[in-house]
């Protein structure tokens, strides 16, 4: 897959739009991206389990692995590494920066198959 170079940042959200599931689902150029917010930390992916593209944001959280709500696939979200299938390969995270309290992602860095650059960038 190709991939674009420089990075582009877009926000996606604030901390305060978390509630207490502690996790967010937004749109990007129709594509699902989920937001975890892990103590201090925020995590953002590509909302579609490698196995059969089903959606994560059901999976359940646990001591810092993802787990797929449909066939218990276990992905690392340090990573993104697939831990235990039936996936094999990683999911797609993005890069995550916050300015105060708003949550911004590069897109840039992602194959342009699945996050086509913004005209923004």
Not at 4 to 18: G, K, N
Not at 59 to 80: E, K, N, S
Not at 86 to 100: Q, Y
């Amino acid at each position: 897959m190709e991939k674009t170079q420089a990075p582009c940042w877009l926000h996606i959200a604030s901390i305060s739009d978390f509630d207490s599931s502690r996790r967010l689902v937004r749109e990007v150029e129709g594509r699902s991206i989920l937001l975890l917010q892990l103590g201090k930390a925020i995590i953002a992916l590509y909302n579609v389990c490698t196995h059969l593209g089903q959606p994560l944001d059901r999976g359940r959280v646990v001591a810092g692995q993802l787990i797929c709500p449909f066939h218990g696939a276990c992905f690392d979200l340090r990573t993104g590494a697939a831990l235990s299938g039936p996936a094999v390969a990683p999911l797609l995270l993005f890069p995550v920066k916050l300015e105060n309290t708003e949550v911004l992602i590069d897109v840039g860095t992602l194959p342009a198959s699945i996050i086509r650059k913004s005209s923004n960038c």
